[in-house]
């Protein structure tokens, strides 16, 4: 007598299609079965196909993780991402280009999870708006508000603008003088505007430094400094 071995296999996943609704939790089960450098993102429950990124966006892109980067190294407790994907509800899982983030031990509003993901708002999302401007500045800024983001920067390429939306209050941050933009979310994050359309990346690093020596920014490592031990000692 002879036996037959049957081997069992999984159906394969659906392709993911541009313009499809869905859950965030379906979204993110056929996402997973992409290779990792393909960028598809779940905004307002419709799933997008991201175009191929230009020269101009990375350009930019580049320059915008620069200053970024400089203020996270100079801030204990702060954390800089760059393309992760971060699940911000049950229609909504993007992949911003940058953010800014506050670490879970200082206090922060978001986490990562056991699989490496994002979970929750980053309290500040950047994205370049190059071929994405409608999407950029209209359902993501409006899936990162409802989901509890509260800054968001927006560098749109073409236009030569730059946006930054305060959540927390309503409408856009404005300038100081020579234009340089000060977060209320991030005290010390200054960002030369002018420079940074113009790639001047000497007076972009000049203006980061500024901030990151002012006083505002003394006493917000001080309140994440608190904030890691008071989170340290409940453990």
Same mark, same amino acid.
């Given at each position: 007598m002879s036996?037959?071995?049957?081997?069992?296999? #999984?159906? $394969?996943?659906?392709l993911l299609v541009n313009g499809e609704r869905m859950t965030q939790a379906e979204f993110h089960r056929r996402y997973q079965a992409y290779p990792e450098d393909v960028k598809i993102e779940l905004i307002g429950g419709i799933v997008y196909m991201a175009s191929p990124v230009g020269w101009p966006h990375a350009i930019y892109h580049s320059e915008l993780s620069f200053v970024l980067k400089l203020y996270a190294a100079g801030t204990p407790g702060v954390e800089l991402g760059d393309n992760a994907t971060t699940i911000l509800g049950e229609e909504c899982e993007p992949q911003p280009d940058l953010e800014l983030r506050i670490h879970e031990a200082?206090?922060?509003?978001?986490?990562?999870?056991?699989?490496?993901?994002?979970?929750? $708002? $980053?309290?500040?999302?950047?994205?370049? *708006? =190059?071929? #994405?401007r409608a999407i950029d500045l209209y359902q993501k800024k409006t899936d990162y508000e409802q989901a509890g983001v509260l800054e968001y920067l927006v560098v749109c390429v073409e236009e030569q603008e730059? =946006?930054?939306?305060?959540?927390?209050?309503?409408g856009l941050l404005k300038p100081h003088r020579q234009g340089i933009y000060r977060s209320r979310v991030f005290p010390g994050l200054w960002i030369a505007g002018p420079a940074l359309l113009a790639q001047d990346t000497l007076r972009l690093a000049a203006v980061v !430094?500024?901030?990151?020596? #002012?006083?505002?920014?003394? *006493?917000?490592?001080?309140?994440?400094?608190? *904030?890691?031990?008071?989170?340290? #000692? !409940?453990?």
């Open positions: 036996t037959v071995n049957r081997r069992t296999t #999984s159906p $394969p996943v659906p200082c206090g922060g509003r978001s986490r990562v999870n056991s699989a490496k993901y994002v979970e929750g $708002p $980053p309290e500040l999302v950047g994205e370049i *708006a =190059h071929s #994405s730059l =946006h930054w939306f305060d959540f927390t209050r309503g !430094q500024q901030g990151l020596a #002012s006083r505002a920014h003394a *006493a917000f490592v001080k309140r994440l400094a608190t *904030a890691r031990r008071r989170q340290e #000692s !409940q453990e």
